[in-house]
């Protein structure tokens, strides 16, 4: 089991930074491919970016390329997900997941989910 805690959410106004953070227990950190999701109102959730075990590999949304940065501390248990230039559309409550196999946007693939935080950006 992998349990996973984000914190780092809030209100911002268009055109800030916020930083997620995600906490991992559990079992070796360094051996679980991470990925960030949001959902939206209404909305199913969808992939934002991912990280590889080493850290080596990322991969974005195409939306938020250039704007959200994932990186990971694996001496810490930790993910992270700097965003930037935020705007009204990436309001959701984002949520940090945890897979030893699968590397990749797919969700369903992602075995451990925390609860999510929420990140509001008002226009």
């Known amino acids: 089991q992998v349990q996973l805690v984000e914190s780092g959410g809030g209100l911002v106004q268009a055109g800030g930074s916020l930083r997620l953070s995600c906490a991992a227990s559990?079992?070796?950190?360094?051996?679980?491919?991470m990925g960030w999701f949001r959902q939206a109102p209404g909305k199913e959730r969808e992939f934002v970016a991912v990280i590889s075990k080493s850290g080596s590999s990322t991969d974005y949304k195409e939306s938020v390329k250039g704007r959200f940065t994932i990186s990971r501390d694996n001496a810490k248990n930790m993910v992270y997900l700097q965003m930037n230039s935020l705007t009204f559309e990436d309001t959701a409550v984002y949520s940090c997941a945890a897979s030893r196999p699968y590397y990749g946007s797919m969700r369903d693939n992602y075995n451990y989910w925390g609860q999510g935080t929420q990140v509001t950006v008002s226009s």
């Open positions: 559990g079992r070796t950190f360094s051996n679980y491919n």
